[in-house]
């Protein structure tokens, strides 16, 4: 089984930044993807951005050009630095990893996740 711990999250002004870390830890897998979804009150759950193992990145239209998402495979630990924050990206930001582990095959595992509030 693979854990994921998020940090990062808060309030902050509109125009401002803030920094998500996702690490997995767990025993016996392999990384194939990472990356981070939210959810707006009364909304479903979207995704945000992707990495994968091999560097590709993939962006919602809505944060392309502001936020931009990094991994550390040695760690494997993904980030989200989120730019030009808007009103509208106030939600609960979920990691999310597919990860390959012998025996047991791919999976999705899914952080606790934390709360990003952009408001003056």
């Known amino acids: 089984q693979v854990q994921l711990v998020e940090s990062g999250g808060g309030l902050v002004q509109p125009g401002g930044s803030l920094r998500l870390s996702c690490a997995a830890s767990g025993s016996g897998f392999r990384v194939n993807a990472m990356g981070w979804y939210r959810q707006a009150p009364g909304k479903q759950r979207e995704l945000v951005a992707t990495?994968?193992?091999?560097?590709?990145?993939n962006y919602a239209d809505s944060v392309k050009g502001r936020f931009t998402i990094s991994r550390d495979g040695a760690k494997n630990t993904v980030y989200l630095q989120m730019n030009s924050l808007k009103p509208e990206d106030t939600a609960v930001y979920y990691c999310?990893?597919?990860?390959?582990?012998?025996?047991?095959?791919?999976?999705?595992?899914w952080g606790q996740g934390t709360q990003v509030t952009v408001s003056s």
């Open positions: 999310n990893a597919n990860t390959y582990r012998a025996y047991f095959g791919s999976s999705n595992s």
């Open positions: 990495v994968t193992s091999g560097g590709n990145t």
